[in-house]
């Protein structure tokens, strides 16, 4: 199974300021036909998660453009241009390559400082 | 707008048996992939199984497999996940979601999540 490994744990952020989450698998994710089968995925508190960037870097519907993904193969990053207050939450990155199974990294809990 | 609204989770003693259930609305369910992710108390999220839109084709976690069933009614805009044999790590928060996988979109994405159905596994 592929292993995706997200750093950090944990990541305090003062509103305003940016922040990134990388991901990186045991296998690259970069398929023949060009696209990177990553995602990313924000949990809020008390919510179920909600999908935030596909193929690695296109934004899902209603998704503020202060969310960007990047990378490429084995390392990808989310990053935040300015965190706000309503960004709170765990983020997960996922692979669809090599599948099954689908999976996805431990989480990264986004706090405000 | 697009609802998948899960029900059937409770309280069931190791080696029992839970059928959840997924409402979906909103959507041409019979159009779409669909999927069960699992989250344990206070853990991350695990995939669990998936079905193809016509239910021929089916998935699962090793974990999982030969224990569970994921199935489909199209008829009623449903989607099943039988559990058997169930363990005390099998006790989690069930989430069912639809793929937007199609031939522009070549990659299972999970676009809308349920609320979450809750199964514990305990004597």
């Known amino acids: 199974d592929v292993v995706m490994t997200q750093t950090p744990l944990s990541l305090p952020v003062t509103p305003g300021d940016p922040a990134s989450i990388s991901c990186r698998s045991s296998?690259?994710?970069?398929?023949?036909?060009?696209?990177?089968?990553l995602d990313w995925y924000v949990q809020k508190p008390g919510q179920s998660p909600q999908l935030l960037i596909y193929l690695g870097s296109n934004r899902a519907s209603g998704v503020p453009d202060r969310f960007s993904g990047s990378g490429s193969g084995t390392y990808f990053t989310l990053k935040i241009s300015r965190v706000e207050a309503e960004d709170v939450g765990v983020y997960y990155c996922m692979q669809a390559l090599q599948t099954p199974p689908l999976t996805f990294g431990g989480g990264t809990k986004v706090e405000i400082k | 707008e697009v609802q998948l609204v899960e029900s059937g989770g409770g309280l069931v003693q190791p080696g029992g048996s839970l059928r959840l259930s997924c409402a979906a609305s909103g959507l041409t369910f019979s159009s779409y992939w669909m999927h069960w992710v699992r989250q344990a108390p206070g853990k991350g999220l695990v995939w669990v199984a998936r079905?193809?839109?016509?239910?021929?084709?089916?998935s699962y976690a090793d974990s999982v497999k030969g224990r569970f069933t994921i199935s489909r009614d199209n008829a009623k805009n449903t989607l099943f996940l039988q559990m058997n044999s169930l363990r005390a790590e099998d006790t989690a928060v069930y989430y069912c979601?639809?793929?937007?996988?199609?031939?522009?979109?070549?990659?299972?994405?999970?676009?809308?999540w349920g609320q979450g159905a809750l199964v514990t596994v305990s004597s």
């Open positions: 979601a639809r793929d937007l996988q199609s031939v522009v979109l070549p990659a299972a994405i999970l676009d809308y």
């Open positions: 296998q690259s994710l970069l398929h023949n036909n060009g696209y990177n089968y």
């Open positions: 079905i193809s839109t016509d239910g021929s084709r089916t």
